[in-house]
């Protein structure tokens, strides 16, 4: 009797112990940040020392991926473990797209949830809110991250460069006077607000012509869409970090005694650029620069809030990013002319929208100094998509059937332990491509070879393509017509995962 006692002493404290000692988990997740814009992926111009340190105590993965080229769909991805472009509207969401996330199966922080996680969102969403009959933007506003699977969130609702410029906190715009409600219109113009196009002598950036990004004027820089109202509400641009920054740190706070996950969806380096004073001027490469030097202060910020609070060594941060780089995206801010012999993808050929590798191959660095030697850099083939079977098994949950469908267990991947690879891997620039054993098939494609707008070369050809990326890793040479078997068999298992 004594003994079971004494036994169950034991035993109950200690599984009140394996339950705390469940990791935080912290995603870090950059906006338009290339393979080759932060010092330890070869940035020689300017040191991002707080990204360069989490690479240092961790895995820095060369050949992890973003699910897409773009932001919505990565980030549905992400949440969901499923391959975006198999359900409709996953693209670019515009700022009034209603909720692409499933409310009826759990996403990433949900089943988080079931693991006794408290989850928040906290910085860019871009994954739509509300239902098809819109939003009302000055009511409770749901479904959104609250019905997705989050505790708590603080979010822009869409990108930088498109209105409504409010913050979103939980189920209301923060600081907004119902005397001065606000309307939001991606058809007309609504209210009275100058516009870009009207009156560019308001401007502190110009729109580059050609991008749009010239209607309503917040903060001094005119952005897609119409908005009237919510004066109180509207977000100073230069302050944007410091805010979602400061409310990371304060959740941390908050729930330091119970695990946590933060998705930290940083709106740097995304147009329109505009940093704090702090950093502008900072890097010699001008306004995407500094917002590259603010991001790399973001991640400081937060390791920093993690020794404080004592939780460094069992937290594991992640950090990437959500598609690859552009320089020229909308707004004339000399990102090109003062880019100099940078380069934002390093080796990789394309960039943000395209199905060439800088499209999706992004930096990835985990740390987790309690489950995982760091120092070390991985060549394992790893999808953002994996995250969700992933941390369900480091979390000790059971995904159910209709869960994360394309989401494949890559835990000893992500904790360093095996480099094997993926069987295949899916991106999604213009046109799908399959990366298997080496080789990388771009399934033919319509769309323009070149954007014009971003002068991007998109990856788009009529005919396959397939490059050898052990040794070729910058697409040079397609070598489809002298590997037909090779073309067939990745087209076939690019033809069983759409089916599947
Ligand atoms: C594009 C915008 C671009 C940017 C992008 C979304 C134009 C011409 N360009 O449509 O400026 O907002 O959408 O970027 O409108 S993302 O990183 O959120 O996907
Ligand atoms: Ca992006």
């Not at 020689?44 to 105590?57: M, V």
């Amino acid at each position: 009797m004594k003994i079971i006692r004494l036994l169950c002493c034991c035993l109950l404290p200690l599984g009140a112990l394996a339950q705390q000692q469940k990791p935080n988990i912290i995603v870090i997740y950059a906006d338009d940040l290339g393979y080759g814009d932060v010092s330890c992926y070869g940035m020689q111009r300017i040191q991002t020392p707080n990204i360069d340190r989490l690479a240092r105590n961790g895995v820095k993965f060369t050949r992890a991926y973003a699910t897409s080229a773009t932001c919505t769909p990565s980030r549905f991805g992400l949440l969901t473990g499923k391959y975006p472009w198999k359900q409709q509207n996953t693209g670019i969401a515009p700022g009034d797209a209603s909720l692409i996330l499933p409310t009826d199966r759990r996403t990433l922080p949900g089943m988080l949830q079931s693991a006794g996680y408290q989850t928040a969102v906290i910085g860019k969403w871009h994954l739509g809110l509300g239902t098809r009959e819109g939003i009302d933007w000055n009511r409770e506003i749901r479904p959104g991250p609250l019905e997705t699977g989050f505790n708590y969130a603080f979010i822009m609702p869409a990108t930088l460069d498109r209105v409504p410029c409010v913050y979103v906190e939980n189920r209301q715009v923060v600081n907004l006077d119902p005397a001065d409600p606000i309307q939001v219109s991606y058809k007309q113009k609504v209210g009275n607000e100058p516009t870009g196009a009207e009156h560019p002598e308001k401007l502190r950036m110009l729109p580059d012509p050609g991008h749009g990004h010239n209607q309503t004027i917040v903060d001094s820089i005119s952005r897609i869409g119409w908005m009237s109202g919510g004066h109180s509400a509207l977000w100073k641009d230069a302050d944007i970090a410091g805010d979602i920054t400061r409310k990371a740190v304060s959740f941390m706070g908050r729930h330091a005694g119970s695990p946590f996950f933060i998705y930290f969806a940083s709106g740097d380096i995304h147009v329109p650029r505009y940093p704090h004073s702090q950093f502008r001027g900072k890097s010699g490469m001008g306004l995407r620069g500094d917002a590259i030097l603010q991001l790399d202060w973001s991640v400081g910020q937060i390791m920093h809030a993690l020794d404080s609070l004592g939780l460094t060594r069992n937290t594991m941060v992640i950090f990437t990013s959500d598609n690859g780089p552009v320089l020229n995206d909308g707004y004339v801010d000399q990102a090109v002319e003062l880019a100099g012999n940078h380069r934002p993808a390093g080796p990789l050929r394309g960039g943000k929208y395209s199905a060439f590798e800088a499209g999706a191959r992004v930096p990835f660095i985990v740390q987790w100094p309690a489950g995982m030697k760091g120092g070390q850099r991985s060549d394992a083939l790893f999808s953002q998509v994996d995250l969700f079977a992933s941390l369900a098994k480091l979390t000790g949950q059971t995904l159910q059937d209709n869960e994360a469908p394309d989401s494949f267990d890559r835990l000893p991947q992500l904790l360093g332990k095996s480099k094997t690879d993926r069987r295949y891997l899916i991106t999604q620039g213009g046109a799908l491509s399959v990366i298997s054993n080496g080789w990388k098939y771009i399934a033919p494609s319509k769309g323009a070879k070149v954007a014009r707008l971003v002068n991007i070369e998109l990856g788009n050809d009529e005919a396959p393509q397939l490059y050898r990326l052990k040794g070729d890793d910058g697409e040079r040479k397609n070598e489809a017509a002298q590997h037909p078997q090779q073309v067939s068999a990745l087209a076939a298992l690019l033809q069983e995962v759409k089916t599947s």
